[in-house]
C-alpha cells in the first residue's frame, strides 16, 4: 500500500487519509425487482495533502464515467476501489469536485462473520452500513471520522416509499416512478448513511418536541404502540439529560421482514416486525438506538477502536431509561450485569477491543459499568453535566476515548486516570463502587 493511504486501523483498507470529503450529492436511480442501481455520485474532496490520485472506496459496480472539475479523466477499478487520476495534481489545501457514474447489483461486504450495506428485503431494501458497508452504495471515503453533508435524490417505482437520512425536501410524481429528495445538513459520516425503500405509509408520531414519525407497512400500524408508545417521552428524557436532540426530525422504519438487530442511522433507526412487542428486551433497544443519536452520531468516534464510546453509553441510556419509566434502577442493572460479566472470559479490553470484538456484548456491559462506576466516583451532579459539557462542545464532530478522559477531570477537578485504567485498558473486571445510600424519607 502506497505511503500515507490508510483508513482506520481496524479498517486498513478503507478510506483515504490524504483527504476529506466535505459534502456528497448522490442522484441514485433503483429497480426494485431487478436489484439495479444507477448512480451519478458527486463529492466535493478537500485535499489535506499533495494528490497524484485519490482512493475512493467503491465496491461491485462498473464505473463508466470520471470527471475532477467538470474533465474526463482516467480511473482504475478494483474489487474494492475506484482510483481517481487527476490530469493535474490536487494542491495541500485545495478542493475540486469528483463526479463518478456508476451501475451495478448492490450487494451487502462482508464484514467479518456478518455483512453490511445494501441489502434486499423481500419487497424493498434497507442499508445498514455500519461499519464499512456505505461503499456498497456510493463512492466514498469509508472513514468515520470524515464527515459531511449530503443530498440524496433517489428515483424509484411509484408503489414505494423512500426514505433517507434527513429532511425530505422535495417529491414529485411521473408516470412510473417517484423522484424523492433527501438533504442531511448535519455533517455525518459515511456509515450511518442510509436509504431504506418499502411499500410504507408514514405515520406520524405527536407528543414529541421534535418531528417523529415512523414508517411501516400499512398491516403494522396497529402493532407500533406495543415497543413504541413512549418513545416522545424517552426523547425528551434524553434531551434534558444530554441536551437538545441533535437533528431536524427522528424516524423509525419497521421493516415487514424480520431483523436479527435494530440499525441506527443518522436521524433514523430501523427495526424488524419482530421487534413490535412491549417486552424490556424490545423497548430497552427503542432506548438503545434513540440515544445513538446523541452518542454516536451527533458525536461520533474517530476510530473504531473506541467503539465504547458509542455502545457503552447507548447500554448505559437503556438503563437510565429503565429507571426513569419506573422499571428496575439503573444501579440494579449495573450490579446484575456486573455479576454476569465476571462469570464470562476476561480477556476483552474496553478501550481496544480488536475488530472481531468490537460489537461483543462485553463492549457494550462493560462500556455501561463504567460509566455508571464514574458516575458514582464522581456523583450525579458532575456526572450528567459531564455528559451535557461532552455533547455540546463536540456536537457534529468526532472524538476520542482520551477527549472523555480529559473531559471528565476537568469537570472533577482531578484526574481519574486509575478509574478509567482499570476499565478500558486492562482485561480483569473492576469492582463497583458501592451504591449512593438513598436518601431516606
Ligand atoms: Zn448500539
Known amino acids: 500500500m502506497r505511503d500515507g493511504v490508510t483508513g482506520d486501523p481496524y479498517f486498513p483498507d478503507r478510506g483515504d487519509r490524504r483527504y476529506s470529503v466535505s459534502h456528497y450529492d448522490l442522484v441514485?436511480?433503483?429497480d426494485v425487482h431487478s436489484n439495479q442501481l444507477r448512480g451519478k455520485a458527486s463529492l466535493m474532496v478537500e485535499a489535506r495533502t499533495e494528490l497524484r490520485d485519490l482512493r475512493l472506496d467503491l465496491v461491485g459496480f462498473r464505473v463508466s464515467k470520471v470527471t475532477v472539475d467538470g474533465d474526463a479523466v482516467r480511473f482504475s477499478v478494483t474489487s474494492q476501489h475506484l482510483v481517481v487520476r487527476p490530469r493535474t495534481r490536487i494542491a495541500a489545501g485545495g478542493s475540486v469536485r469528483v463526479v463518478v457514474t456508476y451501475a451495478g447489483k448492490p450487494l451487502p461486504v462482508p464484514d467479518g462473520d456478518d455483512a453490511c450495506g445494501w441489502e434486499e428485503l423481500?419487497?424493498?431494501?434497507?442499508?445498514a452500513g455500519q461499519t464499512n458497508g456505505a461503499p456498497s452504495w456510493f463512492p466514498c471515503n469509508d472513514r468515520p471520522d470524515d464527515k459531511a453533508t449530503y443530498r440524496f435524490e433517489l428515483v424509484v417505482a411509484n408503489a414505494y416509499h423512500?426514505?433517507?437520512?434527513?429532511?425530505c425536501t422535495s417529491r414529485w410524481r411521473s408516470a412510473g416512478a417517484t423522484t424523492w429528495v433527501y438533504e442531511q445538513r448535519e455533517p455525518m459520516p459515511t456509515y450511518l448513511a442510509t436509504v431504506q425503500i418499502g411499500r410504507y405509509v408514514v405515520l406520524p408520531v405527536d407528543g414529541a418536541s421534535v418531528p417523529m414519525s415512523a414508517v411501516l407497512p400499512k398491516a403494522l400500524l396497529g402493532r407500533y404502540g406495543s415497543a413504541f408508545g413512549r418513545q416522545p417521552e424517552m426523547l425528551d428524557f434524553y434531551a434534558r439529560l444530554f441536551g437538545p436532540y441533535p437533528f431536524a426530525a427522528y424516524t423509525v422504519v419497521i421493516t415487514e421482514d424480520e431483523l436479527e438487530i435494530p440499525l441506527e442511522a443518522q436521524?433514523?433507526?430501523?427495526?424488524?416486525?419482530?421487534?413490535?412487542t412491549s417486552d424490556w428486551e424490545h423497548v430497552r433497544l427503542v432506548a438503545h438506538e434513540l440515544s445513538h443519536q446523541w452518542f454516536g452520531n451527533a458525536v461520533t468516534a474517530a476510530s473504531w477502536s473506541d467503539i465504547w464510546l458509542h455502545e457503552g453509553f447507548a447500554c448505559y441510556c437503556e438503563w437510565l431509561w429503565s429507571e426513569e419509566s419506573g422499571g428496575r434502577s439503573a444501579d440494579a442493572h449495573a450490579r446484575s450485569h456486573w455479576t454476569k460479566?465476571?462469570?464470562?472470559?476476561?480477556?476483552l479490553l474496553l478501550g481496544d477491543p480488536g475488530p472481531d470484538l468490537m460489537f461483543d456484548d462485553r463492549v457494550y456491559k462493560r462500556g455501561a459499568l463504567l460509566l455508571h462506576a464514574l458516575r458514582l466516583t464522581i456523583g450525579d451532579e458532575r456526572f450528567f453535566g459531564l455528559l451535557r459539557t461532552w455533547i455540546d462542545r463536540n456536537c457534529f464532530g468526532s472524538v476520542t476515548t482520551a477527549m472523555f478522559e480529559a473531559l471528565a477531570a476537568e469537570i472533577h477537578g482531578q484526574?481519574?486516570?486509575?478509574?478509567f485504567d482499570a476499565w478500558l485498558r486492562e482485561?480483569?473486571?473492576?469492582?463497583?463502587?458501592?451504591?449512593?445510600?438513598?436518601?431516606?424519607?
Open 267 to 276: 436521524g433514523m433507526s430501523t427495526f424488524g416486525s419482530n421487534f413490535l
Open 122 to 127: 423481500d419487497d424493498g431494501v434497507l442499508v
Open 415 to 419: 484526574r481519574l486516570d486509575g478509574l
Open 28 to 30: 441514485l436511480s433503483y
Open 427 to 441: 482485561t480483569r473486571l473492576p469492582e463497583l463502587p458501592a451504591s449512593v445510600a438513598e436518601p431516606s424519607s
Open 341 to 347: 460479566l465476571a462469570a464470562k472470559k476476561q480477556d
Open 162 to 167: 423512500v426514505v433517507a437520512n434527513g429532511v
